[in-house]
């Protein structure tokens, strides 16, 4: 065992010699400042590779407890389990080693967003001061005067380019992106990734990833299957065996207009809702929500008229724009609300490991376009196996995974100021 230079010759030989006695104490003096010199130098060498151009590692902590104790200690907890559904190792890296200078009171400021002038929260009446961490938002868009100021800046990764200001050098950028890297080049861009300590995106291994668009539409799925679906034999009796909601038109990764071409040319008939080849409007489509049910439905969830509406058909189109990891939207999730057995186009890798099983029809399950026409065609006709797309509703496993996925952390109205809390408190988690 180690011991110091006082104990292993001083006391043990107990020597009286004052000359030796003094020469030890030095010797012990000499000792302990060469250890705080080299420990103070290891800390400033790190404190600087912080700060470098290299993305600041995302932290995760360990909630053990069943009642998390802070914002930010649920938001991990939610995290967490987010990445677990991906099958994502949730890679822990201890707080107490990675320190950075930051101030007690964090400052924080929304320079640009993706989706322009409205926050992704409000400070007016000063709910940040609730966070069990200090911070506050200063500023507004565009404001470069504050945020050349602030402790920490949030920027859109899309319209990055530069801003109008000198970095601080203990400025730490937050990088926001909620749309693929087909409609955000700058994301798959090392030189400007390189620039953000931290990423808040829809990845599940952002380190602030965020799931709006599962939370807006499956914030009413408790008691869903309460809702009243219309029969089998009332879908088959419409002219059109699926509905079709897409409105951008211009981004087409997946070859979705492709498709479904050849699937109108294999008699697979659809009716199309969205701005992109649109032949119906929702006012033709039945409307359901008189229902009590669907009302409440309705009531707290955004969509509800279009999943009124889909729920007419048998089938739903849920293609995606771009075919990327993670990259899963609304759409799926609307067909799985509307009880219409989805058809997908997309990272299906992915949201095998989420959506109920036996729930979702991938296309790319199949070689060939015709050969999923053909099975729409099969399923179409068999009401017992069409049921069997719809048996996970009465399955309490798949509902808890569903609702699960309601708790996800997403900037939604009634959870902004609970993500906004999180952010500030990630921040001082990872500063001193």
Request: some cysteine; charged content about 20%.
């Amino acid at each position: 065992m180690f011991r110091s230079p006082v104990r292993k010759l001083g006391y043990q030989t107990r020597c009286h010699n004052p000359g030796i006695r003094w020469i030890l104490i030095i010797l012990f003096v000499a000792w302990i400042s060469c250890a705080f010199l080299f420990l103070h130098s290891f800390q400033s060498v790190r404190y600087k590779m912080l700060f470098s151009k290299k993305i600041l590692p995302s932290i995760s902590m360990a909630v053990e407890t069943a009642q998390p104790s802070s914002s930010l200690d649920t938001y991990l907890h939610l995290r967490s389990r987010a990445r677990q559904a991906f099958n994502i190792t949730d890679k822990s890296i201890s707080m107490k080693t990675e320190k950075v200078d930051i101030p007690k009171r964090i400052r924080i400021a929304q320079y640009s967003h993706v989706y322009g002038a409205d926050p992704l929260w409000n400070d007016d009446s000063g709910a940040w001061e609730s966070c069990g961490q200090p911070c506050e938002a200063i500023g507004g868009y565009g404001d470069a005067s504050s945020a050349a100021t602030a402790d920490v800046v949030v920027l859109d990764i899309q319209t990055f380019r530069s801003v109008p200001w000198a970095r601080p050098a203990k400025q730490i950028w937050v990088g926001t992106y909620f749309e693929s890297p087909d409609h955000y080049p700058n994301r798959k861009n090392p030189q400007i990734m390189s620039q953000f300590n931290v990423t808040m995106g829809f990845r599940p291994d952002d380190d602030l990833p965020v799931f709006n668009m599962v939370y807006d539409t499956m914030k009413g799925f408790a008691g869903i299957t309460n809702l009243t679906l219309p029969t089998w034999e009332a879908k088959q009796a419409r002219p059109e065996l699926m509905s079709v909601w897409i409105s951008n038109c211009n981004t087409d990764r997946t070859h979705r207009k492709d498709i479904l071409k050849q699937l109108a040319s294999s008699k697979i008939s659809y009716a199309s809702y969205g701005r992109c080849w649109n032949t119906h409007s929702s006012a033709q489509g039945v409307t359901a929500l008189t229902d009590a049910d669907w009302r409440r439905y309705g009531s707290q969830n955004l969509g509800a008229e279009l999943v009124a509406v889909a729920a007419q058909y048998l089938f739903f189109f849920a293609a995606e724009n771009s075919d990327y990891p993670y990259y899963i939207t609304e759409k799926v999730f609307h067909g799985l609300a509307a009880g219409s057995v989805p058809v997908y186009v997309g990272d299906a890798e992915n949201l095998k490991k989420i959506a109920p099983p036996h729930s979702i029809i991938y296309a790319n399950d199949f070689e060939s376009v015709g050969a999923l026409a053909s099975h729409l065609h099969t399923v179409a006709q068999n009401p017992e196996l069409y049921e069997q797309y719809l048996k996970w509703r009465q399955d309490s496993d798949a509902l808890n995974k569903l609702e699960a996925m309601m708790a996800l952390p997403a900037w939604a109205s009634t959870h902004g100021r609970e993500y906004a809390c999180a952010l500030c408190e990630y921040m001082h988690a990872i500063g001193s």
